[in-house]
Each structure stands twice: as C-alpha cells, then as structure tokens.
C-alpha cells in the first residue's frame, strides 16, 4: 500500500504476537507496547539527514556524522498514544513531546479534543503521532489537522496495528503523510474493534475497564 510502511523485523512481530494474546498482563502488555516502540521508532527515523561534523577523538580529529535540524517531535494521541512514549524516549531522550487529548465517541467513533498543547515551532521539526490502533481513522486525521493548524508541515503517523478501512480514510485526508506499522489486519468490526486486532489498547495498557 502505498504510503504504508510494515515493520516486519522478527523481534516486533514476535512482540506483537504476545500482545495480541488475550491473556497478556497488563505489565507485560505496557512493557511490550514501550519496547516495540522503541523498534518502530528505530525504522521511522532511518532516513535522517546527517551531516559531518569535526570532532576531536583520544586519537585523532575526524569528521563524523551527526543528525541535522531541530530535534524531532513525539505526538502521542492519548491516551493509548502514550504507551509508546518511554521505548521511544529512551532511544531519542531530547525529542520533545506534544500532547494531543482525543477520545473517540463510542457511538458516532469521532474523534473529540479534550487537550492539546505542543512546542511553538513545529513549522520547523518532524512530527512523529503515535496512535497504536489506526482503526477508523478519526483520530489520526484530527490529531493530523490540528498539528497543521498549529504549522506542522513534516509529519509521519506511528501505530502498531492499522486496518484497511483506517489506512483508505486517513490517506484520502493526509495523502502526504506516511503511516509506520507493525501490520494491516483484516478488516473494522461493527464497533470499529480491529480485527484479529488486540482489543482495546488502552484498556489493555493502563488494567482499566
Ligand atoms: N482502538 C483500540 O484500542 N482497539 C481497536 O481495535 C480499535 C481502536
């Protein structure tokens, strides 16, 4: 699919297995959210510019690459977005983090905004959103929307699971922006739960429910 990227690196397909598994502790899911992360993250961030630099070694001066540009921006959608969080900080600690409130209204499954707050120049880094579960869509697009309005121009969306149905809707929104993800599964049901899917991830992460 165009625009879609899946990660299929065998440790984040393994990850992914356990986490689908019904009885997969909330620990253990929370854990393995993080650390898939951290491995998507990884993937997302392979074609970052690098320039070189002059640096002094115990040996000898050199040129060595280093990144170029602002540092990058993390957008958790939350609150299943925030799972992602702390894998990805670790690998990137000074990326800075903007926090976009939605939840999905569990009859119309549109997305609402409750918060938003996120660093002043976005016109100037790569804005990465973390969406685990990109089912309807709703979310994505108006997390997507309101990261424009604000002067993101370089996005990039980061979800574990996409479905078909997400993927057709966001992409005939953001054509631009490319979607990261560890897989395509079948198919929305009726309550727009991705199937086989996981269920709901933020119920999974945080033993809530
Ligand atoms: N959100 C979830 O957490 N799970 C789904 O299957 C769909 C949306």
Known sequence: MQGVTVVEHPLVQHKLTLMRQKDRSTKGFRQLLNEIGM??????????????VEIETPVTRMMAPQLVGKKLVLAPIL????????????????????????????????AVEYYFKAPSDLEDRLVLVLDPMLATANSAVAAVDRLKERGARDLRIVCLLAAPEGIAHFTSVHPEV????????????????????????????????
């Open 79 to 110: 609150r299943a977005g925030v799972g992602f969080l702390d894998g990805m900080l670790d690998l990137v600690p000074s990326a800075r983090v903007a926090h976009v409130g939605l939840y999905r209204d569990p009859e119309t499954l549109s």
């Open 39 to 52: 491995l998507l993250l990884y993937e997302v961030t392979r074609d970052l510019p690098l320039e070189a």
């Open 178 to 209: 490319p979607i990261w993800t560890a897989s395509i599964d079948e198919r929305l049901n009726e309550h727009g739960y991705i199937v086989p899917g996981l269920g709901d991830a933020g119920d999974r992460m945080y033993g809530t429910r």
